[in-house]
């Protein structure tokens, strides 16, 4: 059975940095692309970032580029993102999403696995 744990999330104040992690099991990231997306009250779901199986291929959306960083452990099987320089627009359920077709896509309907969320509040 797989699963992804996302943890990391919380509330911080803007400026501020925040690492989430999503561990799996039932599957390896080495096989799979992994994204992150987050969905804030009231819109639709965004993509965040992505990174291919090999780990050498990222993407990150325009939004966060330059203050988050998509990372993976091969050995934990655990992705990360890094998020700094927060910024209240940010706030969101983050979730970490795999794709065994290891498409690196930004489309949220390439994922077959998803996680549960994680909360990220930053407050201004």
């Known amino acids: 059975q797989v699963q992804l744990v996302e943890s990391g999330g919380g509330l911080v104040q803007a400026g501020g940095s925040l690492r989430l992690s999503c561990a799996a099991s039932?599957?390896?990231?080495?096989?799979?692309?992994t994204g992150w997306f987050r969905q804030a009250p009231g819109k639709e779901r965004e993509f965040v970032a992505t990174?291919?199986?090999?780990?050498?291929?990222?993407y990150h959306a325009a939004s966060v580029k330059g203050r988050f960083t998509i990372s993976r452990d091969k050995k934990l099987n655990t992705v990360y993102l890094q998020m700094n320089n927060l910024e209240s627009e940010d706030t969101a359920v983050y979730y970490c999403?795999?794709?065994?077709?290891?498409?690196?896509?930004?489309?949220?309907?390439?994922?077959?696995?998803w996680g549960q969320g994680t909360q990220v509040t930053v407050s201004s």
């Open positions: 990174i291919t199986s090999d780990g050498f291929s990222t």
């Open positions: 999403a795999a794709d065994e077709f290891n498409r690196g896509s930004r489309l949220g309907q390439a994922y077959g696995y």
């Open positions: 039932g599957l390896t990231f080495g096989t799979h692309a």
